[in-house]
């Protein structure tokens, strides 16, 4: 169409890439292989950066490597603070304004050490863009760390849920799709179904409303890997238990109470790595998925793995 020529396309193979498939034509997507490619971790970043991303922009800049030197610390801390990705788009950009400070700096004949530093980081970048170290200080009723998979990779997810006086209604807010909003009905509908073998008095139900609210409002939130995160929240208030702050969990529920297995678990549990917490909350059928991650990425935390949600009581409650 565009040459005006005769092409023959039966030998040729299209490749499309995509951060999300939820904006692809359903038609389309049914006619394509969909390949997974995970996001890459901090090592991997680093790598990168040393070896190609780094290398390349000193070139691209007119510059020798003499000329500028870029320590391991500065790489890691403009990774963690000025990128929220799965890729190095946003890294390289970070590293070419980099460079560009220090090529000003040579135009104009200024006095300069060849490595920098990380202190320079919030002249040359500006402030801190990213948080990937969010984390709870203490044990707190109704607050719960969830992990969650987005298009950066993985996160941590908070959520809040508390009771206030009324007549049993729930309330969600956050931003929330549908799938996340059937999640949290689930879990209250589980929670009034099996009040009595949980410890907890029917009338609160009728007398009390209860609210869920997942921090980040302006960030669309759906899934639904946040069953078991959003019941332990209930729970933790209807029985005026704390939530142990080391935990992060993640899995789908069903009515019957059963956790299913969910995806992204190599993403996830590097988030919790960054987020410095110890355990991690899956579905038994999740099992298989840790065997897929490398032992050096499980250093420092222990999987507890579970078929029912009634195991979360006297797993994550103080």
């Known amino acids: 169409n565009y040459l005006d020529l005769d092409y023959d396309l039966s030998k040729v193979m299209f490749l499309a890439t995509a951060n999300t498939l939820n ?3 359903p038609a389309l ?10 996001g890459y971790i901090h090592e991997e970043k680093l790598n990168i950066a ?32 000025y990128t929220r990705e799965s890729g190095v788009r946003q890294l390289e950009k970070m590293i070419a304004k980099i460079i560009r400070y220090r090529a000003v700096q040579l135009a104009k004949e200024e006095s300069y050490s060849k490595a920098i530093k990380v202190d320079e980081l919030q002249k040359i970048l500006g402030l801190p863009i990213a948080d990937h170290y969010l984390h709870l200080e203490q044990d707190t009723i109704g607050v719960v760390a969830g992990l969650a998979w987005t298009s950066v990779g993985g996160e941590i997810l908070f959520i809040e849920a508390s009771i206030s006086k009324g007549k049993g209604n729930l309330t969600l807010t956050g931003n929330l799709g549908d799938v996340m909003k059937e999640s949290a009905t689930l879990a209250y509908e589980y929670l009034k179904a ?39 929240a209930m729970l933790s208030v ?11 969990m993640t899995g789908e529920i069903t009515l019957r109470g059963k956790v299913l297995p969910v995806g992204g678990i190599r993403e996830k549990i590097l988030a ?23 032992p050096e990425y499980l250093e420092g935390i222990k999987f507890h793995y579970i078929n029912d949600m009634i195991e979360l009581v006297d797993l994550v409650l103080v």
């Open 23 to 25: 904006t692809i034509q």
């Open 29 to 38: 997507i049914d006619r394509m292989e969909i390949i997974n490619i995970p």
């Open 50 to 81: 040393k070896k190609h991303l780094i290398p390349k922009q000193i070139t691209e800049h007119g510059m020798k490597k003499t000329q500028i030197s870029i320590p391991d610390t500065v790489i890691s801390s403009v990774i963690n603070n």
């Open 194 to 232: 099996h009040a009595d073998t949980l410890n907890i008095d029917n009338s609160l139900f009728e007398n009390y409303n209860l609210h869920i609210h997942v921090p980040e409002g302006a960030t669309p939130k759906d899934g639904p890997s946040a069953g078991v995160t959003m019941f332990t």
């Open 238 to 248: 209807f029985l005026k238990r704390k939530v142990n702050s080391k935990f992060a």
């Open 272 to 294: 919790a790595k960054r987020s410095k917490i110890t355990d991690i909350i899956l579905s038994k059928e999740n099992e298989k998925d840790i065997l897929d991650v490398k």
